[in-house]
T-cell receptor
Framework: EAGVAQSPRYKIIEKRQSVAFWCNPI?????LYWYQQILGQGPKLLIQ????????DSQLPKDRFSAERLKGVDSTLKIQPAKLEDSAVYLC????????????FGPGTRLTVT | QKEVEQDPGPLSVPEGAIVSLNCTYS??????FMWYRQYSRKGPELLMY????GNKEDGRFTAQVDKSSKYISLFIRDSQPSDSATYLC????????????FGKGTTLSVSS
């Protein structure tokens, strides 16, 4: 079974630029999560999708972050404009029919904002 | 007060040692308790999960949950250099797929 795929793996941009990350979840997984992991911290939820609907985006900085999940499969997370404090690893996770603990994480995209 | 507290370490032990990793939490509504292992530049991978209080053993790993004290532990017996990683505790309110609340992670180094 293929895992969660993310691209790009690394991205360096200047502040005020825009950036987009892509995630392909495990086939058949209806629930998709985007987490932000700042260096030295645990992952923090940004947004949760169930199929192509948003379940929880309460911690998403909506003035600069946006996310979509078209057709309930792939998802894209965008930041525009980026700030220095957005430097982090952006993790995508997906879950099938299992419990909350059965979240499978991708390798993440490491973003550096200079 | 953060919902989940975890000492970031780093923790360094010799090969073969018993390792104890711990987290405390403040919200008594948490029902599911997980331990994830994260190698450098990789995503977290689930090691173990426990529902409510009690112990769970899987090979060299034992997870303990004490809800009365709001305290969870992960024990690693006969630690190996391959166990060197960051260990994240995570918690969930229910089984319905809500997002996990993570601790900061403890960095473990096992030397041969």
């Amino acid at each position: 079974e293929a895992g969660v795929a993310q691209s790009p793996r690394y991205k360096i941009i200047e502040k005020r630029q825009s950036v987009a990350f892509w995630c392909n979840p495990i086939s058949g997984h209806a629930t998709l999560y985007w987490y932000q992991q700042i260096l030295g911290q645990g992952p923090k939820l940004l947004i949760q999708f169930q199929n192509n609907g948003v379940v929880d985006d309460s911690q998403l900085p909506k003035d600069r972050f946006s996310a979509e999940r078209l057709k309930g499969v792939d998802s894209t997370l965008k930041i525009q404009p980026a700030k220095l404090e957005d430097s982090a690893v952006y993790l995508c996770a997906s879950r099938g029919q299992g419990g909350a603990y059965e979240q499978y994480f991708g390798p993440g995209t490491r973003l550096t904002v200079t | 007060q953060k919902e989940v507290e975890q000492d970031p370490g780093p923790l360094s032990v010799p090969e073969g040692a018993i390792v104890s990793l711990n987290c405390t939490y403040s919200n008594s509504a948490f029902q599911y308790f997980m331990w994830y292992r994260q190698y450098s530049r990789k995503g977290p991978e689930l090691l173990m999960y426990t529902y409510s209080s009690g112990n769970k053993e899987d090979g060299r790993f034992t997870a303990q949950v004490d809800k009365s004290s709001k305290y969870i532990s992960l024990f690693i017996r006969d630690s190996q250099p391959s166990d060197s990683a960051t260990y994240l505790c995570a918690m969930s309110y229910n089984q319905a797929g809500t997002a996990l609340i993570f601790g900061k992670g403890t960095t473990l180094s096992v030397s041969s």
